[in-house]
């Protein structure tokens, strides 16, 4: 199993970022997925989720409107459109794979939003 985020680097405040996750070892189409972030001191938390359909999105508050994910079941890939980007998204972003009894994470791609 394996998934591997992209995607992520240095931009100024209020700029956009699209992050993608590949996917490998598993029935992607299979699962939901889910993008979480962790800043430096801070708990992991949940940004966005994705059914495994496409068919069912949701987001944390500080991301709804900001932030968009999407899924490629034929590429087996899972997006992250980011958009109007604030120095508190600085973070490390993680793509999640997720249904009952299976659980797999990727390494992790950085973000840092800074002028």
């Known amino acids: 199993v394996q998934l591997v985020e992209s995607g992520g680097g240095l931009v100024q405040p209020g700029g956009s970022l699209r992050l993608s996750c590949a996917a490998s070892g598993f029935t992607f189409s299979s699962y939901a997925m889910n993008w979480y972030r962790q800043a430096p001191g801070k708990e992991r938390e949940l940004v966005a989720y994705?059914?495994?359909?496409?068919?069912?999105?949701d987001y944390a508050d500080p991301m709804k409107g900001r932030f968009t994910i999407s899924r490629d079941n034929a590429k087996n890939t899972v997006y992250l459109q980011m958009n109007s980007l604030k120095p508190e998204d600085t973070a490390m972003y993680y793509c999640?794979?997720?249904?009952?009894?299976?659980?797999?994470w990727g390494q992790g791609t950085q973000v840092t939003v800074s002028s």
């Open positions: 999640n794979a997720r249904r009952a009894y299976s659980d797999f």
């Open positions: 994705i059914s495994s359909t496409g068919g069912s999105t």
